[in-house]
T-cell receptor, first 116, second 117 residues
């Protein structure tokens, strides 16, 4: 069964350092999402792509976070510089992208980030 | 304003018993979708069940059913004959189609379910 691939699985970094996460969605899925999940909370959307275009990045802290999906396939989320409050699980998800209410998201296993 | 509310932070249930996880939502849209996802300790979000706002029948998927009460804006998940492998976090989520084909999936804070042998 096709899966959303994410790497690395775990990342430990010191504050002020740069970190990057990678996501490869299910083949053919036009829509890609990056969510942040703080311990004990539900996932919150950071950025949403339709193909290579950003559809929604209203919750992305743009002073330190950036995201790209240059060829409309895989995507990279970067944090520079990392802060202690960025410690969280970063989940990537994809969907076929028809913007219908029944369009379910397929999630990767996430990247657990710890900032020391 | 909170779009999705899950009022049970944690629940303990005896194995083989049924369990109901509560979810209420807030929207002014007529067309929306409600989802339940399971998140085991491994971290991956696993889709369980979907209910559309226009669906007249409650959704069912194996041991999972969704008790949809539209007037009360509630979409509770019912798990029948619980198993040890059901121990996980459970998230309710609502999908709204916004404008120009844009859409948004919003999650609740989750309920941690623990099945006791």
């Amino acid at each position: 069964e096709a899966e959303v691939a994410q790497s690395p699985r775990y990342k430990i970094t010191e504050k002020s350092q740069a970190v990057a996460f990678w996501c490869d969605p299910i083949s053919g899925h036009a829509t890609l999402y990056w969510y942040r999940q703080i311990l004990g909370q539900g996932p919150e959307l950071l950025v949403q792509f339709q193909d290579e275009s950003v559809v929604d990045d209203s919750q992305l802290p743009k002073d330190r976070f950036s995201a790209e999906r240059l060829k409309g396939v895989d995507s990279t989320l970067k944090i520079q510089p990392a802060e202690l409050g960025d410690s969280a699980m970063y989940l990537c998800a994809s969907s076929f992208g028809t913007a219908a209410t029944n369009e379910k998201l397929f999630f990767g296993s996430g990247t657990q980030l710890s900032v020391l | 304003a909170q779009k999705i509310t899950q009022t049970q932070p944690g629940m303990f249930v005896q194995e083989k018993e049924a369990v109901t996880l509560d979810c209420t939502y807030d929207t002014s849209d007529q067309s929306y979708g409600l989802f339940w996802y399971k998140q085991p300790s491994s971290g991956e979000m696993i889709f369980l069940i979907y209910q559309g706002s226009y669906d007249e029948q409650n959704a069912t998927e194996g041991r999972y059913s969704l008790n949809f009460q539209k007037a009360r804006k509630s979409a509770n998940l019912v798990i029948s004959a619980s198993q040890l492998g059901d121990s996980a976090m459970y998230f309710c989520a609502m999908r709204e189609v916004l404008y120009f084909g844009n859409e948004k999936l919003t999650f609740g804070t989750g309920t941690r379910l623990t099945i006791i042998p």
